[in-house]
Protein backbone atom coordinates (compact mmCIF):
# COMPACT_ATOMS: atom_id res chain seq x y z
CA UNK A 1 0.00 0.00 0.00
CA UNK A 2 1.21 3.37 -0.59
CA UNK A 3 1.68 6.18 1.64
CA UNK A 4 2.36 9.95 1.37
CA UNK A 5 4.82 11.76 3.95
CA UNK A 6 4.88 15.71 4.38
CA UNK A 7 7.72 16.31 6.86
CA UNK A 8 6.37 19.95 7.45
CA UNK A 9 3.02 20.49 8.96
CA UNK A 10 3.58 24.53 9.10
CA UNK A 11 5.56 26.53 6.93
CA UNK A 12 6.21 30.30 7.74
CA UNK A 13 7.24 32.73 5.28
CA UNK A 14 7.57 36.64 3.94
CA UNK A 15 5.82 37.75 0.92
CA UNK A 16 7.03 37.74 -2.10
CA UNK A 17 9.83 35.09 -1.20
CA UNK A 18 10.16 31.59 -2.40
CA UNK A 19 8.81 28.42 -0.80
CA UNK A 20 9.00 24.62 -1.14
CA UNK A 21 6.49 22.38 0.26
CA UNK A 22 8.13 18.80 0.64
CA UNK A 23 6.25 15.53 -0.32
CA UNK A 24 7.11 11.91 -0.39
CA UNK A 25 5.66 8.78 -1.18
CA UNK A 26 6.44 5.06 -0.94
CA UNK A 27 5.13 2.91 -3.14
CA UNK A 28 7.01 0.21 -5.58
CA UNK A 29 4.77 0.96 -8.93
CA UNK A 30 4.05 3.69 -10.77
CA UNK A 31 1.45 6.18 -9.29
CA UNK A 32 -0.38 8.90 -9.94
CA UNK A 33 -0.01 11.89 -7.29
CA UNK A 34 -1.92 15.23 -6.65
CA UNK A 35 -1.82 18.61 -5.02
CA UNK A 36 -4.75 19.65 -3.33
CA UNK A 37 -4.85 23.67 -1.21
CA UNK A 38 -7.85 24.23 0.98
CA UNK A 39 -8.55 27.45 2.08
CA UNK A 40 -9.88 28.49 5.56
CA UNK A 41 -13.21 27.05 6.30
CA UNK A 42 -13.52 25.59 2.84
CA UNK A 43 -13.05 22.05 0.93
CA UNK A 44 -10.18 21.15 -0.93
CA UNK A 45 -9.41 21.97 -4.49
CA UNK A 46 -7.04 20.42 -6.88
CA UNK A 47 -4.39 22.30 -7.79
CA UNK A 48 -1.94 20.18 -9.75
CA UNK A 49 -1.52 16.64 -10.85
CA UNK A 50 1.29 14.42 -12.43
CA UNK A 51 0.32 11.39 -14.17
CA UNK A 52 2.32 10.98 -17.06
CA UNK A 53 5.35 12.86 -18.97
CA UNK A 54 6.63 15.75 -18.26
CA UNK A 55 8.01 15.25 -14.67
CA UNK A 56 7.22 19.46 -13.90
CA UNK A 57 3.52 20.47 -13.53
CA UNK A 58 2.36 23.89 -13.18
CA UNK A 59 -0.91 25.12 -11.72
CA UNK A 60 -2.52 28.58 -12.77
CA UNK A 61 -1.68 30.49 -10.39
CA UNK A 62 1.76 29.90 -9.66
CA UNK A 63 2.38 27.22 -8.39
CA UNK A 64 4.87 23.61 -9.68
CA UNK A 65 5.73 20.14 -8.80
CA UNK A 66 8.31 17.94 -9.78
CA UNK A 67 8.06 14.20 -9.94
CA UNK A 68 11.13 12.72 -8.84
CA UNK A 69 11.12 9.06 -9.13
CA UNK A 70 15.03 8.09 -7.86
CA UNK A 71 13.59 9.90 -4.77
CA UNK A 72 10.34 9.10 -4.39
CA UNK A 73 9.13 12.74 -4.28
CA UNK A 74 7.02 15.59 -5.44
CA UNK A 75 7.77 18.88 -3.77
CA UNK A 76 5.44 21.78 -4.22
CA UNK A 77 7.14 25.09 -5.17
CA UNK A 78 6.75 28.77 -5.61
CA UNK A 79 9.27 31.25 -6.70
CA UNK A 80 7.35 34.31 -5.18
CA UNK A 81 4.79 33.99 -2.61
CA UNK A 82 1.17 36.14 -1.52
CA UNK A 83 -0.59 36.89 0.97
CA UNK A 84 -3.38 34.67 -0.24
CA UNK A 85 -1.33 31.68 -0.70
CA UNK A 86 -1.65 31.00 2.68
CA UNK A 87 -3.76 27.87 3.59
CA UNK A 88 -3.38 24.45 4.30
CA UNK A 89 -1.75 22.49 1.00
CA UNK A 90 -2.11 18.50 0.84
CA UNK A 91 0.02 15.96 -1.18
CA UNK A 92 -2.07 12.70 -2.30
CA UNK A 93 -1.04 9.46 -4.22
CA UNK A 94 -3.21 6.97 -5.53
CA UNK A 95 -2.06 3.72 -7.75
CA UNK A 96 -4.15 3.27 -11.04
CA UNK A 97 -7.77 2.94 -9.61
CA UNK A 98 -6.53 2.66 -6.23
CA UNK A 99 -8.16 5.59 -4.08
CA UNK A 100 -6.51 8.39 -3.02
CA UNK A 101 -3.99 8.61 0.26
CA UNK A 102 -3.32 11.79 1.28
CA UNK A 103 -0.33 13.37 3.30
CA UNK A 104 -0.90 14.90 6.87
CA UNK A 105 -1.03 18.79 5.35
CA UNK A 106 1.59 21.41 5.37
CA UNK A 107 -0.22 24.91 6.64
CA UNK A 108 1.38 27.78 4.45
CA UNK A 109 1.45 30.92 6.52
CA UNK A 110 2.31 33.46 4.54
CA UNK A 111 3.42 36.75 6.33
CA UNK A 112 3.62 40.76 4.99
CA UNK B 1 -17.77 23.42 -5.47
CA UNK B 2 -20.85 23.89 -7.36
CA UNK B 3 -21.39 19.97 -8.60
CA UNK B 4 -21.62 18.82 -4.98
CA UNK B 5 -23.44 19.78 -1.75
CA UNK B 6 -23.06 18.77 1.68
CA UNK B 7 -25.84 18.99 4.12
CA UNK B 8 -25.93 20.07 6.55
CA UNK B 9 -22.93 22.25 7.13
CA UNK B 10 -22.74 22.58 10.83
CA UNK B 11 -24.40 20.02 13.48
CA UNK B 12 -23.57 19.82 17.18
CA UNK B 13 -25.19 16.63 18.53
CA UNK B 14 -25.41 14.48 22.03
CA UNK B 15 -22.96 12.12 22.76
CA UNK B 16 -25.58 8.55 22.17
CA UNK B 17 -27.58 9.67 19.20
CA UNK B 18 -27.33 8.60 15.62
CA UNK B 19 -26.80 11.59 12.98
CA UNK B 20 -26.41 11.10 9.65
CA UNK B 21 -24.91 13.65 6.92
CA UNK B 22 -25.55 13.92 3.54
CA UNK B 23 -24.09 14.39 0.06
CA UNK B 24 -25.83 15.36 -2.83
CA UNK B 25 -24.00 15.52 -6.41
CA UNK B 26 -25.24 16.66 -10.00
CA UNK B 27 -22.20 15.32 -11.86
CA UNK B 28 -23.65 12.04 -12.42
CA UNK B 29 -20.31 10.64 -11.08
CA UNK B 30 -20.02 6.60 -9.79
CA UNK B 31 -17.46 7.37 -6.79
CA UNK B 32 -18.40 8.79 -3.99
CA UNK B 33 -16.18 9.25 -0.49
CA UNK B 34 -16.44 10.23 2.76
CA UNK B 35 -13.29 11.77 4.74
CA UNK B 36 -12.91 12.73 8.14
CA UNK B 37 -10.22 15.52 8.47
CA UNK B 38 -8.52 15.79 11.83
CA UNK B 39 -5.25 17.91 13.04
CA UNK B 40 -2.53 15.73 12.75
CA UNK B 41 -4.12 13.38 10.20
CA UNK B 42 -4.96 14.37 7.49
CA UNK B 43 -7.77 13.27 4.98
CA UNK B 44 -8.71 9.82 6.60
CA UNK B 45 -11.77 7.59 3.98
CA UNK B 46 -14.15 6.26 6.01
CA UNK B 47 -16.53 4.59 3.73
CA UNK B 48 -16.90 5.09 -0.77
CA UNK B 49 -19.07 3.78 -2.85
CA UNK B 50 -18.93 2.66 -6.32
CA UNK B 51 -22.15 2.77 -7.53
CA UNK B 52 -25.87 2.05 -6.21
CA UNK B 53 -26.00 -0.04 -3.55
CA UNK B 54 -22.52 -0.54 -4.07
CA UNK B 55 -20.10 0.61 -0.84
CA UNK B 56 -16.95 -0.70 0.86
CA UNK B 57 -15.20 0.53 4.16
CA UNK B 58 -12.30 2.93 4.18
CA UNK B 59 -9.41 2.99 6.83
CA UNK B 60 -11.86 4.49 9.66
CA UNK B 61 -15.03 2.95 9.58
CA UNK B 62 -15.76 1.77 12.93
CA UNK B 63 -18.98 3.72 14.45
CA UNK B 64 -20.12 5.02 10.73
CA UNK B 65 -22.16 3.41 8.20
CA UNK B 66 -23.55 4.53 4.72
CA UNK B 67 -26.17 4.57 2.42
CA UNK B 68 -26.54 4.88 -1.74
CA UNK B 69 -30.32 4.09 -3.26
CA UNK B 70 -29.68 7.10 -5.88
CA UNK B 71 -26.58 8.08 -8.19
CA UNK B 72 -26.67 11.44 -7.02
CA UNK B 73 -26.70 10.78 -2.86
CA UNK B 74 -24.58 9.29 -0.45
CA UNK B 75 -25.35 8.98 3.15
CA UNK B 76 -23.31 8.84 6.28
CA UNK B 77 -24.52 7.62 9.39
CA UNK B 78 -22.93 7.92 12.98
CA UNK B 79 -25.10 5.28 14.56
CA UNK B 80 -24.71 6.34 18.27
CA UNK B 81 -21.91 9.52 18.03
CA UNK B 82 -19.34 10.35 20.17
CA UNK B 83 -16.80 12.59 20.84
CA UNK B 84 -13.70 11.01 19.12
CA UNK B 85 -16.45 11.60 16.15
CA UNK B 86 -16.02 15.29 16.30
CA UNK B 87 -14.72 16.20 13.02
CA UNK B 88 -14.90 17.76 10.02
CA UNK B 89 -16.17 15.38 7.12
CA UNK B 90 -16.24 16.17 3.22
CA UNK B 91 -17.33 14.68 0.62
CA UNK B 92 -15.68 13.69 -2.55
CA UNK B 93 -16.74 12.34 -5.81
CA UNK B 94 -14.50 11.16 -8.81
CA UNK B 95 -15.74 9.63 -12.48
CA UNK B 96 -14.34 6.51 -14.71
CA UNK B 97 -11.18 8.53 -14.84
CA UNK B 98 -9.77 8.81 -11.69
CA UNK B 99 -6.62 10.15 -12.36
CA UNK B 100 -8.22 13.30 -12.99
CA UNK B 101 -8.74 13.70 -8.74
CA UNK B 102 -11.76 14.38 -6.94
CA UNK B 103 -14.10 17.33 -6.54
CA UNK B 104 -14.90 17.85 -2.71
CA UNK B 105 -17.88 19.01 -1.11
CA UNK B 106 -17.28 22.67 1.22
CA UNK B 107 -17.17 19.74 4.62
CA UNK B 108 -19.62 19.16 7.40
CA UNK B 109 -18.41 20.46 11.16
CA UNK B 110 -19.92 17.68 13.39
CA UNK B 111 -19.11 18.34 17.12
CA UNK B 112 -20.37 15.98 19.62
CA UNK B 113 -20.70 16.96 22.61
Known amino acids: AQSVTQLDSQVPVFEEAPVELRCNYSSSVSVYLFWYVQYPNQGLQLLLKYLSGSTLVESINGFEAEFNKSQTSFHLRKPSVHISDTAEYFC??????????FGTGTRLLVSP | DAGITQSPRHKVTETGTPVTLRCHQTENHRYMYWYRQDPGHGLRLIHY???????DKGEVSDGYSVSRSKTEDFLLTLESATSSQTSVYFC????????????FGSGTRLTVV
Open chain 2, 49 to 55: SYGVKDT
Open chain 1, 92 to 101: AVSRGFQKLV
Open chain 2, 92 to 103: AISDERRSYGYT
